[in-house]
């Protein structure tokens, strides 16, 4: 059980696939509503449920997912709820809005079925690396073994009708997070920024909409989902984040080679802080996780280091992550304690 409730890492967090160097985890969603059901916000107690019972009757039996594990999100605690937004397993609604909601999660949570969430059914599919194709890919497995079986709500001109206006269409928001110090560092990103905006694409933090920008992760994502189909989406997306990603590679190279002694000791300074702190606040751990990551990605780090474990302290040192791991609730004081004592019990192989 000890193991259990130590080891947070899914299958995104792998720290392998295509750019892995600045390409964290790459996520496809799809919202698909019920056809003649109002949507979950609208619907009374009883059409929630019918909803939900006709989701699982859609998966019972199906090959496509006998390894799903049904969770229904008022049978778990809010702790644990919290713990699978932490590792992006679900988003904050599902979490807040329980009732007759539920996930069927892969097992090796790489793919997840929200019932009752914003829509009736929103699917969702996270790989390590920039793999979009890969995750689309699977996405529309699962969605079309579920279309067999439940009868969208589907209009011929508009697509598939969600609950917020801004997904009509394929329904597909497509995302990627990715880790960019140096465009930040050297003061690019704000230009890039801009033209992100006029192709079409949000930028975010590491938890989506309305957070901010911690640790130079950024989640990139589209927002057009009327008039382009899903491959043009994921297209669109995966060629703006390859030329981002070969923007912060030319970045890394010019911080290499004329402050390649500055970077290199910003690394390892953050690593001996995260070895030895005693209190460490989430903002503060989240930076010093990137500049050791960066240390890591020019070559000037390595002792043991590598992505996974920098991808698995990202996620253990949230608050929800922090409260299962000390078997019970701490106030902030407490968490900042138990944050260092993690991140020196995961670092202590490491040499500085």
């Given amino acids: 059980m000890k193991n259990e409730k130590t080891q947070f890492v899914s299958h995104w967090m792998e ?19 019920i056809k003649n059901t109002p949507f979950p916000y609208l619907a009374s107690d009883a059409q929630t449920l ?29 702790l644990v709820k919290q713990v699978m937004v932490e590792k992006h397993l679900i988003s904050p609604l599902l979490a807040k809005e329980s009732h007759n909601s539920a996930l069927f999660l892969r097992k090796d949570e790489a793919v997840g079925v929200m019932i009752n969430e914003e829509d009736h059914v929103r699917i969702q599919s996270v790989f390590p690396g920039l793999q979009l194709e890969r995750a689309w890919e699977e996405a529309d497995l699962y969605d079309n073994a579920l279309e067999e079986k439940l009868n969208y709500s589907f ?26 110090p140096a465009l930040i ?19 975010r933090g590491l938890y989506g ?50 402050n390649r002694e500055k970077i290199a000791d910003r690394g390892s300074r953050a690593l001996g802080i995260l070895k030895h702190a005693r ?10 996780i990137s500049d ?25 040192i949230r608050p929800a992550c922090l409260q299962i791991i000390a078997d019970g609730e701490l106030n902030a004081r407490e968490r900042d304690e138990e944050r260092a004592k993690q991140l020196r019990e995961r670092l202590k192989e490491i040499k500085v």
């Fill in 209 to 258: 909409e309305g957070t901010e920008i911690i640790g130079n992760l950024v989640q990139l994502s589209n927002q057009i989902t009327l008039g382009q189909s899903e491959q043009e989406i994921i297209r669109n997306l995966f060629s703006v984040t390859r030329q981002v990603i070969e923007q912060e590679n030319a970045a890394c190279q010019s911080l290499l080679n004329h």
């Fill in 50 to 78: 019918e909803v939900q019972g006709l989701v699982v009757d859609a998966v019972k039996d199906q090959d496509d997912f006998k390894d799903f594990l049904l969770i229904k999100m008022d049978e778990v605690s809010t």
């Fill in 155 to 180: 209009h011929e001109r508009y697509g598939y009708l969600t609950s917020c206006p801004t997904n009509v269409g394929t329904g597909l928001r497509a995302s990627v997070m990715l880790h960019l």
């Fill in 292 to 316: 050791i990551r960066l240390g890591y990605e020019l070559g000037l780090i390595s002792g043991g280091i590598n992505r996974k474990l920098l991808n698995e302290l990202l996620i253990v």
């Fill in 185 to 203: 560092i050297t003061k690019q990103f704000n230009r890039i920024l801009g033209a992100l905006s006029q192709v079409g694409l949000a930028v």
């Fill in 15 to 33: 720290g392998n696939g295509p750019y892995a160097e600045a390409a964290i985890s790459s996520r496809v969603r799809l919202a698909r509503n």
């Fill in 279 to 288: 209190i460490i606040s989430s903002q503060e751990a989240m930076q010093l």
